[in-house]
């Protein structure tokens, strides 16, 4: 069971700061598509074989990994990376090594503005509404999730790039909304925040689990609300309504700035997992969670809605619990309902 990551220095190399795998890597044989070409192994002085292949038609050695000099194809080679880390080549502070000549970043941390949520077993459910039944011993693998919901300008920046289609622009919808730049992006359907997601960090995202939710909102304690069984949900905590429609937003009658609400921030960092906005999740909705389906539930295989999460600034405390859940169908959209998005983080080469 994991249950968090340590990012410890091991290794016999160091490189800004960076490390390379202990044992000395194999030297795979280049290959060449002319069939005229010559190659010959060669003992190097630390007593490993590397490739010398020759093209015919050229002077010297083509490219080989291992001779400690980063060629053409090559990120890494040896001790020579090019002064590169995991944050200049797009994560967060961790642990990057090199394989095969190029960059191992599965133990680098996750990219800024996504938080690490570790892997392992939490509860999910409670006994306080019937569709939040029955309560399970579920085990999701470690992924990253957005620090907040995604705001109009990160989804403006897909539309530019023809990947996305424009939010609605009804009432109390943030597109188009001049000072709500960085408010969470509502008023879309479940599509939208589906191409959204695969469209983000070269495609490498996608629309959260509703497990992934809840154990991002929740953590391994069983926790009513992301900050804890106490205090009850207040506008302290959450952008909700403090008490009927003339206090929507608390008082403000919209969302505000994602992430305006540090004290409600999650155990793993992320903000507004309880108001501003509903979330759109992966899963189709059923009416109660399937028994059997205990590591990495994705729910049912179809259904005609999909599970939306956390409450919104429409809603007073109930519905922010981290195990409460809604509904809509796909094609649905709503001036309480945004997004956020999930990443599997890369696995070893």
């Excluded at 892997?119 to 039944?133: A, H, L, P, R, Y």
């Excluded at 905590?237 to 505000?256: D, F, I, L």
């Excluded at 305006?260 to 309880?274: C, F, K, N, T, W």
């Excluded at 389906?293 to 109930?318: E, I, K, M």
Aim: glycine share 12%; net charge negative; proline share 7%.
């Amino acid at each position: 069971m994991e249950e968090g990551r340590i990012w410890m220095f091991v290794g016999v190399v160091s490189v800004t700061g960076c490390l390379e795998y202990p044992h000395p890597l194999p030297a795979p044989v280049a290959e060449t598509s002319s069939e005229t070409s010559t190659s010959s192994d060669t003992s190097t002085s630390s007593g490993t074989i590397a490739d010398s292949t020759t093209d015919a038609t050229s002077t010297g050695p083509i490219a080989e990994c291992g001779n400690g000099e980063v060629e053409d194809g090559e990120e890494c080679d040896g001790t020579d990376w090019n002064g590169a880390t995991c944050e200049s080549v797009g994560f967060g502070l961790g642990q990057l090594a090199c394989a095969s000549c190029q960059f191992d970043v599965s133990r680098c941390g996750p990219p800024l503005g996504m938080v690490e949520v570790p892997g392992g077993v939490f509860e999910m459910g409670s006994t306080q509404q019937s569709n939040e039944q029955p309560i399970r011993q579920v085990h999701v693998d470690a992924f990253w999730i957005d620090e907040t919901e995604v705001t109009v300008e990160a989804y403006a920046a897909c539309v530019d790039a023809g990947a996305c289609s424009e939010p609605g622009t009804s009432a109390n919808c943030n597109w188009k909304v001049v000072g709500r730049e960085d408010h969470p992006v509502n008023c879309l359907t479940w599509f939208q925040a589906d191409s959204h997601c695969r469209w983000a960090d070269d495609g490498t995202k996608r629309l959260p689990t509703e497990a992934e939710w809840e154990k991002a909102a929740r953590g391994t304690d069983g926790r009513e609300y992301p900050w804890g069984d106490t205090p009850t949900a207040s506008c302290t905590h959450a952008v909700m309504s403090a008490g009927g429609t003339s206090y929507y937003g608390c008082g403000a009658g919209r969302t505000w700035l994602a992430g305006s609400r540090p004290l409600g921030v999650s155990p793993y960092g992320a903000h507004d997992m309880a108001g501003n906005v509903r979330e759109w999740t992966a899963d189709w909705y059923g009416g109660q969670y399937d028994p059997a389906d205990l590591v990495d539930p994705a729910g049912p295989d179809t259904g005609t809605s999909r599970v939306q999460r956390g409450g919104a600034w429409t809603n007073t405390a109930p519905p922010l619990r981290t195990t409460a859940r809604s509904s809509s169908g796909p094609g649905s959209s709503s001036n309480a309902v945004g997004f956020r998005c999930a990443r599997t983080p890369p696995a070893p080469p």
